[in-house]
């Protein structure tokens, strides 16, 4: 059974930084996608950065490009999103997700969004105040 285990959120002042982490276990594939999706109430999910096993490559969305850096340590199986600069509208449940095709990462670069991931873990809350 894949599970996902996010933690790291919590409050914090805009222009502040947060890192969020992401244990992965159960996912026996070589060649994968993770990420981090995140939705903020009433507001559709979005994709904000993912990371491909096979290569190392990253997408990132246009509203955090910059300020958030996605990074994997394979030995922990885990996956980090270190957030800098972060601004109000950054406030949202984030989620980490994970695909078994690390060519996803490549289909986010060219289509500018993210497609939906199969293997989800809860939510961990990122409020930032003004």
């Known amino acids: 059974e894949v599970q996902l285990q996010a933690s790291g959120g919590g409050l914090v002042q805009a222009g502040g930084s947060l890192r969020l982490s992401c244990a992965v276990s159960?996912?026996?594939?070589?060649?994968?996608?993770i990420g981090w999706f995140r939705q903020a109430p009433g507001k559709e999910r979005e994709g904000v950065s993912c990371i491909s096993s096979s290569d190392g490559s990253t997408y990132y969305a246009d509203s955090v490009k910059g300020r958030f850096t996605i990074s994997s340590d394979n030995a922990k199986d885990t996956v980090y999103l270190q957030m800098n600069s972060l601004k109000p509208e950054d406030t949202a449940v984030y989620y980490c997700?994970?695909?078994?095709?690390?060519?996803?990462?490549?289909?986010?670069?060219?289509?500018?969004?993210?497609?939906?991931?199969?293997?989800w873990g809860q939510g961990t809350q990122v409020t930032v105040s003004s």
């Open positions: 159960g996912f026996i594939f070589d060649d994968y996608a």
């Open positions: 997700a994970v695909d078994v095709l690390s060519k996803l990462v490549t289909t986010a670069q060219v289509m500018g969004v993210m497609p939906p991931f199969n293997y």
